[in-house]
Structures are given as structure tokens and as C-alpha cells.
């Protein structure tokens, strides 16, 4: 091989290094740069057995109820900060998400009589993420917490079409899995606890406790 073949050589793979070089940067760049995402749970819903009260103008009569499993469901918003450079190295592993969400579960009260609870929440949550090294890149342990609002309805034993909006706060624990640069499945844990709503009755005002586990499964899309 003369010498005028050698440099072309050397020159070729200089340019096939560069170029890979600079697909290798441009791929760094389009990870990190997904800083928004979108977030599809749904899970189990297991309300806590409750205690509940009837007021009314000729009397008060406390009670007990019982909630069946149900459902839960939600979609959210977030934004991951870590490439918020101006921000200090633990703020950025912080994510911040808008949410909302749907739970149903049937109540049974004092086993005499049958009602439908539904809680719509809208909450801001404030997420922490746990990097892993060593080969466990792909998993993101992380908490959460979160406020906002949830609209309680209540249907059946004569309280049909009646609904309190009250405080709500939640704390979440649970792993992510990244599958693809841009998509994560979340397998987690939220406890969630609400002030007592309160719903109209035919003979006063009916008061119970709504304090929530759920078992949850999510997806989420990086953009």
C-alpha cells in the first residue's frame, strides 16, 4: 500500500470518527432535551372502611360504612428539570407535574343500603427522582407528593347528584423503568387523604371520611 493510499485511508476514517463523534453528541442532545413528558396510571383503588354521620334538625345519628375496591385513572403533565442548567445540581432531579384523575368505589352503609363515591382531583405534584448506576441505568426510584382539590360525588341512598369539592393532598412511591429514550412504564404506590365531604340529605347533611391506597401502573412519553 503506497503512501498517497495510507493518507487517503487515514483521512476516510477521520471523517467516519467526526461523523460519529458528532451522531454520538447530536444523540446526547436530543436525551436531554426531553424535558417535557406526558403520563397515562391507572390501578386499584382501595378506599379506607369510614366513619360517617348523619346531622339533621331532630337528630344526629353517627354510622359506619364500608368501600369496596375500585378503580383509578388519570393523565398528567410534567416537566423534568434537569436540564435546567441554572438551577442547582439537587433541584434537577425534581419533576413537576399538573394532574388530573378519576377514582370510583361503591360504599356500603351500616350493610343496609348501597352508594356510588366518585372522586375527581386536580393536583400539583412534585416529584424526586433516584439515578442508579452499576447496570440498574434503566430504573429511576422516586417519591412524590402533591395539593389540590377533589370533587367528591356521592349516588344512591337518597343522595343522588350530590358532590363536595374539599381539599386533597397525596404522597406517591414507586420505580420507573426506561424502555426507550422517550418512554418509561411506572409501577408505584399513592396513599391520598381528603378533607370529610359533605352531601345533602333528605334529612340533613350526610359527613364521611375519604382516605385512599392505590396500587398503580403508568406510562410515560418524553418530549
Given at each position: ?80 428539570l434537569k436540564s435546567v ?139
Open positions: 500500500m503506497n503512501a498517497k493510499t495510507n493518507r487517503s485511508l487515514e483521512c476516510y476514517l477521520a471523517l467516519l470518527l467526526a461523523g460519529a463523534s458528532a451522531s454520538a453528541a447530536a444523540t446526547e442532545t436530543s436525551d436531554s432535551s426531553r424535558s417535557f413528558y406526558s403520563m397515562l396510571r391507572i390501578g386499584a383503588h382501595f378506599v379506607e372502611d369510614s366513619d360517617g354521620s348523619l346531622n339533621s334538625t331532630r337528630f344526629f345519628r353517627p354510622g359506619s360504612g364500608e368501600f369496596d375496591s375500585g378503580v383509578t385513572a388519570g393523565i398528567s403533565m410534567g416537566i423534568e442548567e441554572a438551577l442547582p445540581a439537587p433541584l434537577r432531579h425534581l419533576r413537576l407535574e399538573a394532574e388530573f384523575a378519576y377514582d370510583q368505589n361503591d360504599f356500603d352503609v351500616a350493610n343496609s343500603a348501597n352508594a356510588e363515591l366518585t372522586a375527581s382531583r386536580f393536583m400539583a405534584n412534585v416529584y424526586r427522582d433516584f439515578e442508579l448506576k452499576n447496570g440498574f441505568a434503566r430504573l429511576r426510584p422516586y417519591i412524590g407528593a402533591g395539593v389540590g382539590a377533589a370533587i367528591i360525588e356521592a349516588d344512591g341512598i337518597g343522595l343522588s347528584g350530590n358532590d363536595d369539592t374539599v381539599f386533597a393532598y397525596q404522597t406517591r412511591a414507586g420505580i420507573a423503568y426506561r424502555l426507550k429514550p422517550d418512554m418509561d412504564i411506572h409501577v408505584g404506590y399513592r396513599f391520598l387523604d381528603t378533607e370529610n365531604p359533605t352531601f345533602r340529605y333528605a334529612l340533613g347533611d350526610f359527613q364521611t371520611e375519604y382516605r385512599s391506597h392505590s396500587a398503580e401502573l403508568g406510562f410515560q412519553y418524553s418530549f
